[in-house]
């Protein structure tokens, strides 16, 4: 695994290739073995770092792998939030797993890029069984099953990168089917609605796709309704806006928002949007996992009356990033919107003109934003294949499990109060005194010890701390921990102001 002179350069080499595969494997085991001693994220370090520790310019010579993996473990690892940390409990959790890894490996490994049936068939037509089996898995409805899977219904999905890329996607969609009818002036006129607990990319997708920033509607929500977006407040904004002689185009429904974990009624929600002929989107991001769990599948009632939906298996499902599912009930309606037909991917097959439309083949390069993609079905079918559906439901339920129990030990402890409803693994939570400034303090004095890491969300005007339980490597020991901390800091807080 030395440096190889120049006219000795074989970059797939298949000795060489497992020498450095398996140096690789061995150092992750290692990693992994060893990331709980690593502070959860790095503290003290000052912007620039790791520029100081590398050279200027690149190497004007290949250099041993052992002796990049040297540098990683010197000069990387500890300039690292180590997400994997059972006591990373910051945002959502960002999943690996054996299964993830492996099916990665095999889809850099044998590096296709599947954005048309004929680049690619076999990774095409995995992608699209596998959107269908994720599709049962959390309940949907057929209409959003592609046609040729027993009972679909002319929908499908696609496995896109993040849930920002699903959002632009179908953002562009809705502004086309509305732009159709009213005429391409009529841009102006469009409008977006979202709650105040809604995640920020819908913003930055709505202006990514032109839509007036001041036609997007923050519709706000209350303790009353567990922060969810109800139909009644949804109703009284478009027919606002409808007087003013604007057209309502897109409403966003969250099966878990990112700040407290809040559920939309997507039913409620589904019939304005029916009513106004607006495009109804579900994001489903975080919680959509804990729908392969029956329990939580009535989240997902109404989702008929749905355009879109998305999911992110990354999030807490096992699938290492990147891997969101994107469903939609009119596969036209998106590539309507996204396609393209240049010469030079004409009759790509030869001989076959018609293969890469042809009924059941994909061409997955209309679906998206980008003409390029990776086979992201490969590593979702593997941890499908590798843990099962059973599996994967006693995974959800072992976290869900831990967050109530933390809830009950914060619920039992008078200092603290629990914000908002739990639903799934989140846990929002603050002091009952000293204001926000004090819950600043906790916050800032947890994640300084290293020992864990969380982050914070502003709801009614109150500073609240998350904990999101979630990790592939999180038990109960753990979260046990974190609890411990937060006690004994904040007992020494508020020892302080005495």
């Known amino acids: 695994m030395g440096s190889l002179p120049l006219d000795a350069l074989q970059p797939l080499d298949p000795d060489t290739f497992a020498a450095d595969s398996s140096a690789v494997i061995d150092f992750l085991a ?8 690593y502070p959860v994220r790095a503290a003290d370090l000052e912007p620039g770092r790791l520029r100081k520790l590398l050279p200027e310019a690149a190497p004007e010579f290949g250099e041993p792998a052992e002796r990049i993996l040297d540098d990683v473990r010197r000069d990387v690892l500890p300039g690292l939030t180590h997400w994997q940390s059972p006591s990373f409990f910051a945002y959502f959790p960002m999943n690996a797993s054996a299964a993830g890894f ?19 068939p076999a990774a095409v037509e995995l992608e699209a069984v596998v959107v269908d089996w994720m599709a049962r898995l959390v309940g949907l409805p057929d209409r959003f099953l592609f046609s040729g899977s027993g009972g679909g ?3 499908g999905g696609v496995l896109q990168g993040s849930t920002c890329e699903a959002v632009v996607c179908t953002l562009a969609a809705a502004r086309d ?3 159709g009818r009213i005429g391409h002036e009529g841009i102006v006129k469009l409008v977006v609605y979202a709650s105040d607990q809604t995640h920020a990319t819908f913003q930055k997708g709505a202006r990514l796709v032109g839509i007036p920033p001041a036609n ?11 922060y969810a977006l109800t139909g009644a407040a949804v109703r009284a904004a478009v027919e606002g806006d409808v007087a003013r002689g604007l057209v309502p185009l897109y409403l966003c429904a969250t099966m878990g928002t990112t700040g407290i974990g809040a559920v939309d009624p997507v039913r409620e929600l589904g019939e304005v949007a029916r009513r106004h002929g607006m495009w109804l989107h579900v994001d489903a991001a975080y919680a959509g996992a804990a729908a392969i769990c029956p329990e939580y599948q009535g989240y997902l009632d109404g989702a008929e009356l749905a355009d879109s939906v998305s999911m992110n298996p990354h999030k807490w499902f096992l699938t290492n990033m990147d891997c969101c599912c994107l469903w939609v009930a009119s596969p036209a309606a998106l590539t309507a919107a996204l396609s393209t037909d240049p010469e030079y991917l004409k009759n790509a097959g030869g001989g076959k003109p ?3 439309g042809a009924a059941g083949a994909i061409d997955y390069k209309d679906w998206q934003i980008s003409l390029s993609r990776r086979f992201r079905a490969m590593k979702l079918w593997f941890v499908l294949r590798r843990y099962g559906a059973a599996g994967m439901r006693a995974y959800i339920r072992r976290h869900v499990a831990m967050a109530e129990w933390f809830e009950r030990a914060m619920s039992a402890d008078e200092r603290f109060e629990v914000v908002a409803k739990r639903r799934f693994s989140l846990v929002c939570f603050r002091l009952r005194c000293g204001g926000d400034v004090m819950n600043r303090e906790l916050l800032a004095a947890v994640n300084a010890s290293g020992r864990a890491f969380m982050t914070h969300f502003v709801v009614d005007g109150k500073f609240v701390i998350r904990l999101a339980v ?4 999180t038990e109960m020991r753990h979260v046990r921990d974190a609890w411990e901390l937060v006690q004994r800091t904040a007992e020494q807080l508020l020892q302080r102001r005495v």
């Open 102 to 120: 492996a099916g990665e490996m095999l889809s850099v490994g044998l590096n296709v890029v599947p954005f048309m049936w004929v680049a690619s």
């Open 354 to 356: 018609q293969a890469a």
């Open 470 to 473: 979630g990790g592939a490597m």
């Open 30 to 37: 290692g990693y992994y073995r060893d990331v709980d001693k």
């Open 216 to 226: 997007f509607r923050v519709v706000p929500t209350a303790a009353a309704s567990g």
């Open 177 to 179: 089917r509305a732009l």
């Open 153 to 155: 219904g002319g929908g």
